[in-house]
């Protein structure tokens, strides 16, 4: 089994009292764009930002190739936003529909290498661009991952009531 070049495990995240994620587990290869949908609010920023240690996590493991990210240690921590880092979107998404060409078209977690070797972690409340561009779709709703998987069997047969309701919505609109 190859190692996932980021590996989230049992990622939890509070603001306060507040969990605004819970137990997010999600593994991405090299190369490999994911884009994260949900509703405002479900905690799509706030896992970039957590992953980023801008948020710290109340729990849960962040792994790049294999190795642990310790959010505590400055020095493990700026070794981690060497390869991470969130780029905001800038431009018209529709004049620029290939995220690894263009990482400024979305908010997005790349790696900072060639292209080929990048890993995106998409968010994005664009939905035509979501299948376009994405390998796999993760669902989040209040703060978990209610669905995972490739953007045409995601958004025509979701199988969970949260995710049905979430696609169902973008559909309608
Ligand atoms: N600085 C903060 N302090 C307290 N709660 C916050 C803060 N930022 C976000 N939250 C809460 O965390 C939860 C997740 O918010 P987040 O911004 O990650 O959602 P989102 O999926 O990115 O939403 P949107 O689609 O509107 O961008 C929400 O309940 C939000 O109210
Ligand atoms: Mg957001």
Do not use: W
Request: proline share 5%.
């Amino acid at each position: 089994m190859t190692t996932a070049q980021l590996s989230i495990t049992g990622l939890g995240c509070h603001h306060g009292a507040h969990e605004v994620l819970r137990d997010i587990t999600l593994d991405i290869a090299r190369g490999e764009v994911v884009s994260s949908i949900g509703p405002s609010g479900s905690g799509k920023s706030t896992l970039l930002r957590t992953l980023v240690g801008l948020k710290t996590p109340s729990s849960g493991t962040v792994r790049l190739d294999g190795a642990p990210v310790d959010y505590a240690s400055r020095k493990s921590l700026d070794a981690a936003r060497e390869r991470m880092a969130i780029v905001c979107r800038q431009y018209n998404l529709f004049q620029n529909m290939n995220v690894l060409r263009n990482v400024t078209i979305a908010p997005v977690m790349i790696r900072r290498r060639p292209r080929a070797e990048s890993t995106a972690l998409i968010v994005s409340r664009e939905m035509a661009f979501v299948p376009e561009v994405s390998d796999r779709v993760v669902i989040m709703d209040r703060g978990e991952i209610v669905e995972t998987g490739d953007p045409a069997t995601l958004f025509d047969a979701p199988r969970t009531d949260r995710a049905c309701a979430f696609v169902g919505k973008i559909l309608r609109h």
